[in-house]
């Protein structure tokens, strides 16, 4: 089994602009799905490509549109970027993925533990939820909370 | 031949290679032999609007596809529609079978059941309903040009009167 999955817990010691951007370096000729929130602004400030693709207000279905796109191009990577508060609202886009495991799909979930654009008022991984945990119970075969940037170069590389 | 049959021929000359669906007993046997047929990638969902994302992502891909769902899932594929397909001009069929008309049992069911042309009114989704087997393949293939013509999904919902009702118990 591929990447199914990463949890990235930026607690302050992973800038998501940055990680946005060493990723794009790294993985130049990935398809990038990210959700709803900064994700995709961080992703469209990295520079817009072709192959990104924004998602405005669908909150919940950029790990799907990633799953469907991953089994439409199975050559291709396919990496989906999302926040905590979009993978909260589809938590069963993470059991679907697992079902279906396609090894060609890296799904970040940047973790602050709030709902950033609407006035950051705390989701549930702030206080009593664990994403990473939620992403294995669901049978994801490789999945990693990192919590600083040379981690999450690692999880990468992986 | 059966709906079943012709349905499941027009999907694969239309190329809908990508099966979403969360099951419903008029729909099993359609899934199970998608399922058993590997021109088909089927994609089993824990809930109907996640069907609308992996059907987005895979026409951003290259590849044509339907949700199959009862018509309480509609109710739960709204936002999807309104926020991502149609936005996005996403076609995709959406077949659904219809709960809440002739026959019904489970008064759970009425409500979505009648709100559900309203809905794609609202949304202005066409829809068009199969009553008869002999107007299965006109009305599949019809559905599935416009669908991609309009770059918009279009519903097909699958009658009482054609496929019978679930009895109590």
């Known amino acids: 089994m591929g990447n199914e999955g990463q949890g990235i817990k930026g607690r302050g010691l992973i800038n998501r602009l940055g990680a946005t951007r060493y990723l794009v370096s790294r993985v130049p000729q990935a398809l990038i799905v990210a959700g709803p929130g900064n994700a995709k602004f961080d992703l469209a400030a990295t520079g817009d490509r072709p192959q990104h693709f924004y998602i405005w207000n669908s909150l919940g279905l950029a790990p799907s549109v990633g799953l469907g796109l991953a089994l439409a191009q199975p050559k291709q990577q396919v990496i989906v970027l999302d926040g905590d508060g979009g993978t909260l609202m589809n938590p069963g886009a993470l059991v679907t993925i697992a079902r ?9 979930v940047w973790d602050n533990g709030q709902y950033q654009l609407t006035g950051g008022q705390p989701t549930a991984t702030a206080t009593v939820t664990d994403l990473a945990a939620m ?20 999880g990468l590389e992986t | 031949m059966t709906w079943t049959d012709i349905v499941f021929e027009r999907l694969k000359a239309n190329c809908l290679e990508v099966v979403c669906h969360v099951p419903d007993s008029v729909l099993a046997p359609l899934i199970t032999r998608a399922e058993a047929d590997p021109f088909f990638t089927v ?23 339907l949700l199959m769902m009862q018509v309480s899932g509609l109710g739960n594929s709204v ?18 079978s219809q709960r809440g008309e002739l026959g019904e049992f489970n008064a759970a069911q ?6 559900a042309r309203p809905v794609l009114d609202a949304l202005d989704i066409q829809h068009f309903t199969l009553r008869r087997v002999d107007e299965v393949a006109i009305l599949t293939d019809g559905a ?19 496929v019978g009702w679930k009895k109590e118990g």
């Open chain 1, 100 to 108: 279906m495991a396609p090894s060609n799909l890296l799904h970040i």
């Open chain 2, 79 to 96: 936002n999807g529609l309104a926020s991502l397909a149609i936005p996005y001009q996403i076609p995709f069929l959406m077949f659904i």
């Open chain 2, 110 to 115: 009425i409500a979505m059941g009648r709100a």
């Open chain 1, 135 to 154: 992403g294995r119970g669901a049978g994801l075969q490789h999945v990693a909370a990192v919590t600083t940037m040379s981690e999450f170069e690692v």
């Open chain 2, 43 to 65: 994609v089993p969902l824990t809930r109907e609007e996640e069907g609308i994302g992996v059907l987005t992502g895979a026409y951003l891909g290259g590849r044509r596809g």
């Open chain 2, 144 to 162: 599935i040009k416009t669908a991609y013509t309009a770059q918009r999904p279009v519903a097909l919902f699958l009658s009482t009167e054609m």
